[in-house]
Every structure is written in structure tokens, then in C-alpha cells.
């Protein structure tokens, strides 16, 4: 199982990013698919998730400027990042839930910074 992360980088206050995390999970086993972020200093929080049925759910944080979907036939989830402040600098992993395991990507930095 393949997860790749890629799309972070430097941006600068207010702007946007999109993060997108190719797989390899047959996408008939994936329960839910989501973004964390780890900040320095910090532990890993949820930002977005989004189920099988494509129910989706935000950090309070992120709500009104953060957008999760999914493109199956690509086997790949995104992260639309907008209006992007320098607190949401952090390192992001996307995950992915099946019914027996959990799966983890390598993680790409964001940085938002003037």
C-alpha cells in the first residue's frame, strides 16, 4: 500500500494551496479518507475528513476555508486550502481507514509566511 502526498509549499497569508494524496487502496475497502497536520511543537490534529458515502467533516479551524474530496476513479483525495493564515503552518498526512487497518502518507509541509 502506496500513500503519496504532495501540493504543500510556501504560500503567502490569504493565499490557497491544494494537497492531493495518490493511493493504492481498492476503493471499495476505504472507510473514511483524511487530512492531519502536525505543527512544531504540537500533536497531530484532525483537519478534514471525508467518508465512503462522501460525508464530510471539518476542525473548527478549517471550516469556510478548507475543502476535502475525492476523485476514485484517480484514487486520489485532496485538500483545497483557502484563505490560508500562518497558523496553519504545519506538516500534513493524509490517512486512510479501511476496515482492518489504518494507512498513513509521508506528509507535506505548508508553510504560510509574508
Known amino acids: 500500500v502506496q500513500l503519496q502526498a504532495s501540493g504543500g509549499g510556501l504560500v503567502q497569508p490569504g493565499g490557497s494551496l491544494r494537497l492531493s494524496c495518490a493511493h493504492s487502496?481498492?476503493?471499495?475497502?476505504?472507510?473514511?479518507m483524511g487530512w492531519y497536520r502536525q505543527a512544531p511543537g504540537k500533536q497531530r490534529e484532525l483537519v478534514a475528513t471525508?467518508?465512503?458515502?462522501?460525508?464530510?467533516a471539518y476542525a473548527d479551524s478549517v471550516k469556510g476555508r478548507f475543502a476535502i474530496s475525492r476523485d476514485n476513479a484517480k484514487n486520489t483525495v485532496y485538500l483545497q486550502m483557502n484563505s490560508l493564515k500562518p497558523e496553519d503552518t504545519a506538516v500534513y498526512y493524509c490517512?486512510?481507514?479501511?476496515?482492518?487497518?489504518?494507512?498513513w502518507g509521508q506528509g507535506t509541509q505548508v508553510t504560510v509566511s509574508s
Open positions: 490517512k486512510i481507514t479501511t476496515r482492518f487497518s489504518d494507512y
Open positions: 487502496i481498492n476503493i471499495f475497502r476505504i472507510n473514511i
Open positions: 471525508i467518508t465512503s458515502d462522501g460525508t464530510t
